[in-house]
């Protein structure tokens, strides 16, 4: 599975983005989609998350403003985001965790995109 992220860019305080990541690859695989984020200096975080059966969740610093959804015709992942507030500022990732069957039995495993940065300053 290949993912490729984009729409980061520079916005400010108040204003929307959206995100979008572009599944390639065994993506009937997938079984769960994932946003992440990485601001400088501090660790990577989970931002939201959303699973093949449509079930989705959150931390608890996004919700209400955030909101996670799929295109499964395009195998795309979105991340609209509202009300964006200086500290959401940080390189966002895509992350896809799937499952591949074998002959000798399953196989998970997890893909990354590149990243795209998201800034929110006045």
């Known amino acids: 599975v290949q993912l490729q992220a984009s729409g980061g860019g520079l916005v400010q305080p108040g204003g929307s983005l959206r995100l979008s990541c572009v599944a390639s690859?065994?993506?009937?695989?997938?079984r769960a989609w994932n946003w992440h984020r990485q601001a400088p200096g501090k660790q990577r975080e989970l931002v939201?998350?959303?699973?093949?059966?449509?079930?989705?969740n959150y931390a608890d610093f996004v919700k209400g403003r955030f909101t996670i959804s799929r295109d499964h015709a395009k195998n795309i992942l979105y991340l609209q985001m509202n009300n964006l507030k200086p500290e959401d500022t940080a390189v966002y990732l895509c992350?896809?965790?799937?499952?591949?069957?074998?002959?000798?039995?399953?196989?998970?495993?997890?893909?990354w995109g590149q990243g795209t940065l998201v800034t929110v300053s006045s």
């Open positions: 992350e896809a965790d799937y499952v591949v069957i074998r002959p000798d039995g399953p196989v998970a495993g997890r893909s």
């Open positions: 690859g065994s993506v009937n695989s997938i």
């Open positions: 939201a998350g959303v699973t093949n059966g449509g079930g989705t």
